[in-house]
């Protein structure tokens, strides 16, 4: 492998804080954080595990809401910075022509991936047990739902920012109904983002670390001259319940299935007050990166505590370099 650089436009006004003195760490976390409070939309109980993009000039996203009631939302928002975001005050409501998809009951940790002509929005949808919602968007404001990707029971659904070999393609991670305890990262293909197949497996969890009981992509692979970038969560069972960090791997450019990379350290774990106490405790997870490839600023967007939203930082040479020199 040679020089590995970032592919993709630029994006100057990209979220951006420098790294604090005498930090040595490869990601950092903003000094900002949490960058979106538990109760920063009407009716919110928390928000998190949320999806973000730039728009039209600034930044939009989808965020995981849910509610005083405890009903899992998606609602849409927007933000000229990316650090200061305007929610809306209700769930999206995806126009769909089959109400048999269409009436779910409850929608969560979405992804968001801009890929030919639209933004396509996958999340965890509820169709007798959690499998992979698929919609879309051109403006943020008007939702398309489309068929669900995979049977139930099945999380973690990402899609790749473009076509594989012809093929839209995407990793998940199949589950059961409830707090899946075990969990491997698998690719799938389809010609029309309707049917599914070639499933091929990616990774597993690794014994006796961080990431011992499973594993899940997190947001939008990012393309790079020497593979795809993936940071995704990795588990712990400890004595008082699972513990989420995150690293991340390099995935073959043609062949995703084919780690080439992976990170034995995590990149990030619950440290922080609002990473360790909320309604989930020990939660870091990762959903959406921003990167601006001409001077290699990465904005990695996270849940903390499955409570509020959060924003850490890394440069692409140094964070590919250190999963390198730290793989497996």
């Known amino acids: 492998m040679g020089q590995a650089r970032l592919v993709g436009p630029a994006l ?18 903003s000094r900002r954080n949490p960058i979106i409070t538990r109760d920063a939309a009407a009716k919110a109980n928390s928000i998190f595990n949320s999806a973000v993009v730039p728009f039209d000039g600034g930044f939009a996203g989808v965020f995981r809401v849910d509610t005083t009631a405890r009903n899992m939302e998606l609602r849409t928002g927007k933000s000229h910075d990316g650090i200061t975001w305007a929610i809306e005050e209700s769930r999206i409501e995806f126009v769909c022509d089959d109400p048999e998809v269409g009436k779910f009951v409850y929608g969560y940790d ?3 991936t801009w890929l030919e002509d639209r933004y396509y929005v996958t999340w965890c949808n509820w169709y007798h047990g959690p499998t992979i919602g698929l919609g879309y968007t051109f403006d943020f404001r008007t939702f398309y739902q489309m068929e669900n990707a995979f049977l139930p029971f099945n999380r973690n659904g990402v899609l790749f920012p473009r076509r594989i070999r012809g093929k839209y393609a995407m990793l ?14 698998f690719y799938s293909e389809s010609p029309d983002l309707t049917h599914w197949g ?39 069972t400890s004595c008082n319940g ?22 034995r350290p995590y990149l990030l774990s619950p440290r922080e007050p609002y990473e360790c106490v909320g ?50």
């Not at 790079?224 to 995704?232: H, K, N």
């Not at 699972?242 to 990170?263: H, M, N």
């Open 172 to 185: 998940s991670r199949p589950s059961d109904p409830g707090h899946t305890p075990f969990g491997d990262i």
């Open 198 to 236: 070639k499933h091929r497996h990616v990774m597993s969890p690794v014994p006796n670390s961080w990431q011992s009981t499973k594993v899940g992509a997190g947001p939008v692979p990012v393309e790079t001259t020497e593979g795809w970038l993936l940071f995704y969560h990795g588990v712990l």
């Open 12 to 29: 100057p006004n990209i979220p951006w804080e420098d790294r604090p003195q005498g930090c040595s760490d490869v990601i950092w976390r």
């Open 110 to 112: 979405p992804r968001v």
């Open 279 to 328: 309604d989930v405790p020990n939660v870091v997870f990762p959903t959406a990166v921003l990167c601006d490839p001409p001077t290699g600023r990465m904005a990695i967007y996270y849940g903390g505590a499955d409570t509020v939203t959060c924003i850490a930082f890394a440069y692409f040479a140094e964070l590919f370099e250190f999963v390198k020199e730290n793989s497996l």
């Open 242 to 263: 699972f513990v989420y960090s995150f690293g991340a791997a390099i995935l073959d450019l043609d062949e995703p299935w084919k780690v080439i990379y992976r990170t």
